[in-house]
């Protein structure tokens, strides 16, 4: 998704309107910095404006998101091509993201060892070893429920029966699920069948390639 190309569409739009940045800003009831940064391709419009920045200026999402005006001939071809774009995005961030949850994994339990085992170096047993030790349990604690948050709600778990795509509803049924890794024993919500469900990055079959 080209930012700079849907920036320069966005301001010629806009210019074509004569709606000025302070103008468009203020029918948005955002701050024409906020416009400003849309144009100079900075970055894109959160979903909840987009319709409404859609409507002032007489162009669809699709048309938005691609930085041009579409012919209806050229209409369906572009739409898929966007719905490719998306399902890409979606799958690097969703690999970025279980990246990090590893990476804050293994950092908090280094952390806990490591300042467990300095505490007892250098304090030995006694009160403020113990506080030192409860503050580290609490911590590594607080960042597991973290870490287990973003595994359930970053891409999506894969049914092996149906092969049904879906994000669990119940935060607490699948933090009590038997698992290996990030590959849980789930309760499918379209075929009603438990199975070990793997991870997937994308709703649909892999994009990238």
């Given at each position: 998704m080209d930012l700079i190309k849907i920036g320069k569409f966005i301001a010629d739009c806009r210019k074509r309107k004569n709606i000025t940045q302070e103008e468009?800003?203020?029918?948005?009831?955002?701050?024409?910095r906020a416009v400003s940064k849309w144009e100079r391709g900075l970055s894109l419009p959160d979903a909840d404006k987009m319709l409404e920045l859609c409507s002032i200026l007489d162009i669809n999402v699709n048309e938005l998101l691609n930085g041009e005006k579409i012919n209806m001939k050229d209409y369906e071809k572009k739409t898929n091509e966007l719905l490719v774009e998306l399902a890409k995005q979606e799958e690097l961030k969703n690999k970025k993201m279980i990246t990090d949850m590893y990476v804050l994994s293994v950092t908090a339990v280094v952390f806990y060892i490591g300042i467990t085992l300095l505490a007892a170096y250098t304090l030995g047993e006694g009160t403020t070893f113990g506080i030192i030790?409860?503050?580290?349990?609490?911590?590594?604690?607080?960042?597991?429920?973290?870490?287990?948050?973003?595994?359930?709600?970053?891409?999506y778990y894969e049914c092996k029966k149906c092969h049904h795509r879906y994000v669990p509803n119940s935060y607490w049924k699948v933090m009590f699920s038997p698992h290996i890794d990030t590959t849980r024993y789930l309760k499918c919500p379209k075929c009603g069948k438990r199975s070990w469900s793997k991870k997937v990055m994308s709703k649909t079959d892999k994009v990238l390639k």
């Open positions: 468009l800003a203020e029918k948005l009831y955002i701050t024409d030790v409860t503050i580290a349990t609490i911590i590594l604690v607080a960042v597991a429920l973290y870490v287990f948050k973003l595994e359930i709600y970053t891409g």
